[in-house]
């Protein structure tokens, strides 16, 4: 079979509240997103594992909030007052920064800044706010203060949704067939529901052939990140 260079084509995830799937696992999350205003003492940390959906749902929030947004491991070179001064600020992977002092400095400020003006503060990270090292004991202190919210492994129902989320985010369009088909078989968890996308794409192009259940059993068996 002639095979062709699978370009690496950018994908343009949908991040409207519209295109976030409502189901159980992330039912409470959810609910507590739109209920942003009742946060206690105004701040949140979102939680839950690679591609559950925490960005997609920071942007859904910071739609509602006018909020804006920033990688944690970006504090450091931001203009704090100014992030500060719009009232509602989402800091992704701030568990990230644990050990890099200047980040969890700016992290600190920020907060302080936004508690000072009655401002809202959501944060997002893999694990609970106790567990990410912190070196700064007084952001530790306040960073688990804040409430916390969990994204759950996907049950069937969100993992199919998800599934026809990211083709479509490709751009293309599949089959129930295919979707039952690796519901019943891939690892059950949100990053592997990526990285199996992105190889049956890579493999469909490469192939020259439309994605179904015999292309998906051919990437499964080789694992999503192993050679076509």
Known sequence: MVRQLALELPVRPARGRAAFFVA????????????????????LVLIGPEASGKTHLVHVWADLASAEVIHARDLPQAELP?????????????????GRRQAEDALFHLH???????????MTARRAPRDWGLCLPDL??????????????????????????LFADR????????????????????????????AIDREALASRRKPGPRLA?????NGPGGDD
């Not at 159980?24 to 701040?43: E, S, T």
């Not at 100014?82 to 644990?98: H, S, W």
């Not at 078989?185 to 949100?190: I, L, P, V, Y």
């Open 217 to 221: 059993r051919e990437v499964l068996d």
């Open 24 to 43: 159980p696992p992330n039912a409470l999350a959810v609910q507590q997103i739109d209920a942003w205003r009742d946060w206690p003492a105004r701040k």
């Open 82 to 98: 100014a992030l500060a001064a719009a009232g509602a600020v989402a800091v992704e992977d701030a568990d990230r920064i644990a």
């Open 140 to 165: 530790a202190s306040r960073v688990q203060a804040a409430a916390t919210a969990h994204l759950e492994p996907p049950d069937d129902t969100l993992l199919a949704a998800v599934l026809v989320k």
């Open 171 to 198: 751009q293309i369009a599949v089959s129930p067939d295919l979707i039952g088909y690796l519901v019943d078989r891939m690892e059950r968890s949100f990053a592997a529901a990526a990285e199996t996308v992105a």
């Open 112 to 122: 302080n800044l936004l508690a000072a003006e009655g401002g809202t503060l959501l």
